[in-house]
Each structure stands twice: as structure tokens, then as C-alpha cells.
């Protein structure tokens, strides 16, 4: 069974940064595509940004505020996020999902359906 743990979460001031990181336990093989997803208190949940070993995919309008990378090696994804605002809060998860499913089509990054497993989230508050 495929288990991902987000940690890295927190309350941060408004302008702040927060590295998330998600770590990948038991998938099959390093050729998977993982998504970080947020959701906001009483809104649906959304895509922030994708990455396969081939591309990234961010939702555009956290593009330059937010970097997903990974480190294969370690099977851990990462979310930089930069100049944060009280509008980023949320709980943010990453999910994961075969490669081939972004690299066909990059759009659906942004659909929850292309993701087979999930974590449990982590939470992001921004507050002075």
C-alpha cells in the first residue's frame, strides 16, 4: 500500500515562506507524477502544482510564488512557497500518480482523478 506523509506545515506571517514536503513510501517505481493540492476552509479543494521527472505544472496564478521539486533518491517532493498571504491558508496535500497520465496531457494535473493515492494533509495558516 502506497503512503504519503506531508509535513512542513504551520503558521507563518503574511510575506512568509513555508517549505512543504511530501514523502512517498512503497510506490513501485520513481517514473510517478505527484500534485500538491489545497483546500481552503469551507471551499473545495484545487491543484497548486504538479511534477513528473519530465515537467511541472502549476496552477497559473501561483506561478513564481510557488516551486515544486523532488529528489528521487529520497522519494520526497517539495513545495517552496514564497510570499505567502492569509489567502494561501489551508490544508495542503500531495497525491501521486503514474507518469504517464501528465505526460499524455498536462491538464489533467489539475484533476483529482488522476491521482490513485493520497496524504493526509498538511496545514498552512497565514496570520499576523
Known amino acids: 500500500q502506497v503512503q504519503l506523509v506531508e509535513s512542513g506545515g504551520g503558521l507563518v506571517q503574511p510575506g512568509g515562506s513555508l517549505r512543504l514536503s511530501c514523502a512517498a513510501w512503497?510506490?513501485?517505481?520513481?517514473?510517478?507524477?505527484v500534485g500538491w493540492f489545497r483546500q481552503a476552509p469551507g471551499m473545495s479543494r484545487v491543484p497548486v502544482a504538479c511534477?513528473?521527472?519530465?515537467?511541472?505544472w502549476y496552477e497559473p496564478s501561483l506561478k513564481g510564488r510557488f516551486t515544486i521539486f523532488r529528489d528521487n533518491a529520497q522519494n520526497m517532493v517539495y513545495l517552496q512557497m514564497n510570499s505567502l498571504t492569509p489567502e494561501d491558508t489551508g490544508v495542503y496535500s500531495c497525491?501521486?500518480?503514474?507518469?504517464?497520465?501528465?505526460?499524455?496531457?498536462?491538464?489533467?494535473?489539475?484533476?483529482?482523478?488522476?491521482?490513485?493515492?493520497w496524504g493526509q494533509g498538511t496545514q498552512v495558516t497565514i496570520s499576523s
Open positions: 511534477i513528473t521527472n519530465e515537467a511541472t
Open positions: 512503497r510506490w513501485s517505481s520513481d517514473d510517478y507524477g
Open positions: 497525491a501521486v500518480g503514474p507518469s504517464w497520465r501528465f505526460n499524455q496531457d498536462w491538464s489533467v494535473a489539475a484533476e483529482e482523478w488522476a491521482y490513485d493515492y
